[in-house]
């Protein structure tokens, strides 16, 4: 198949770990090769995003280093559609975009980790590291909870059915406590996470509870006295 490639890597302490590269750039992809099989990552590749999806779909990898900008396919899409297919393995994106925004696009749809374009090979090899390190675990692009249903990608809110429309800080703040709906989150790990941290005060978590209750109904997110919230659906 044109585009696609492997290159298998020499023993070592990451014997068995393989990776799939997807980048249109060719120079790229045999630099990136060449620099992993030497760190002992065993290296496949694909020059498409629909050939990237095939291979990433029908072989088992470690993780996956996935451009947005490709032929065929783009990297949101094939991250998506690995997602719908049930395969979980890590990805890291690359892209030469650095705004805010795309870096929340490549996770909303299910991306792991996102590192933008010129790269340090060296931090390239850290994230995989990392990621490989831990067991790939489901991120659905959709989250549901009781009759709650959020697509973070396409920024879109439904219960029991009906459209609810939010701002966009009010999603940010359901979106995390819906991927943590399985325990109670404190105020102080919303402000880290939804703001921009310790120079917020911290009744702006309470406020913007106070806003989605208004628009979800109060029995959408909870108190927990002395602990934090939990979003019930």
Same mark, same amino acid.
């Given at each position: 198949?044109?585009?696609?490639?492997?290159?298998?890597?020499?023993?070592?302490?990451?014997?068995?770990?393989? @990776?799939?590269?997807? !980048?249109?750039?060719?120079?790229?992809?045999?630099?990136?090769?060449?620099?992993?099989?030497?760190?002992?990552?065993?290296?496949?590749?694909?020059?498409?995003?629909?050939?990237?999806?095939?291979?990433?779909?029908? #072989?088992?990898?470690?993780?996956?280093?996935?451009?947005?900008?490709?032929?065929?396919?783009?990297?949101?899409?094939?991250?998506?559609?690995?997602? *719908?297919?049930?395969?979980?393995?890590?990805?890291?994106?690359?892209?030469?975009? !650095?705004?805010?925004?795309?870096? *929340?696009?490549?996770?909303? @749809?299910?991306?792991?980790?996102?590192?933008? &374009?010129?790269?340090?090979?060296?931090?390239?090899?850290?994230?995989? #590291?990392?990621?490989?390190?831990?067991?790939?675990?489901?991120?659905?692009?959709?989250?549901?909870?009781?009759?709650?249903?959020? !697509?973070?990608?396409?920024? %879109?809110? %439904?219960?029991?059915?009906?459209?609810? %429309?939010?701002?966009?800080?009010?999603?940010?703040?359901?979106?995390?406590?819906?991927?943590?709906?399985?325990?109670?989150?404190? &105020?102080?790990?919303?402000?880290?996470?939804?703001?921009?941290?310790?120079?917020?005060?911290?009744?702006?978590?309470?406020?913007?509870?106070?806003?989605?209750?208004?628009?979800?109904?109060?029995?959408?997110?909870? %108190? @927990?006295?002395?602990?934090?919230?939990?979003?019930?659906?």
């Amino acid at each position: 198949m044109p585009g696609v490639g492997c290159r298998s890597g020499p023993g070592g302490m990451l014997a068995g770990v393989r @990776v799939l590269v997807v !980048d249109d750039e060719r120079g790229l992809v045999r630099a990136l090769v060449r620099g992993l099989v030497a760190e002992g990552f065993a290296v496949d590749f694909a020059h498409d995003g629909r050939a990237g999806l095939e291979l990433a779909s029908d #072989r088992d990898y470690d993780a996956i280093v996935l451009d947005i900008m490709l032929p065929a396919m783009n990297g949101y899409d094939v991250v998506r559609e690995l997602r *719908a297919r049930g395969v979980w393995t890590p990805v890291l994106l690359l892209s030469a975009k !650095d705004g805010e925004y795309d870096v *929340a696009d490549g996770l909303d @749809v299910g991306a792991d980790d996102y590192l933008t &374009k010129p790269f340090s090979f060296v931090v390239l090899v850290a994230r995989l #590291r990392a990621l490989v390190r831990r067991p790939a675990a489901e991120r659905p692009a959709v989250l549901v909870v009781g009759d709650l249903v959020l !697509d973070p990608a396409a920024r %879109t809110l %439904t219960r029991g059915g009906e459209p609810v %429309t939010l701002t966009v800080r009010e999603l940010a703040l359901l979106e995390y406590l819906m991927r943590h709906a399985d325990r109670v989150v404190g &105020k102080v790990e919303l402000l880290d996470h939804v703001w921009d941290g310790p120079g917020e005060d911290l009744n702006v978590v309470e406020v913007y509870v106070g806003y989605l209750r208004r628009k979800l109904g109060r029995d959408a997110v909870t %108190t @927990v006295r002395g602990a934090g919230y939990r979003v019930a659906g």
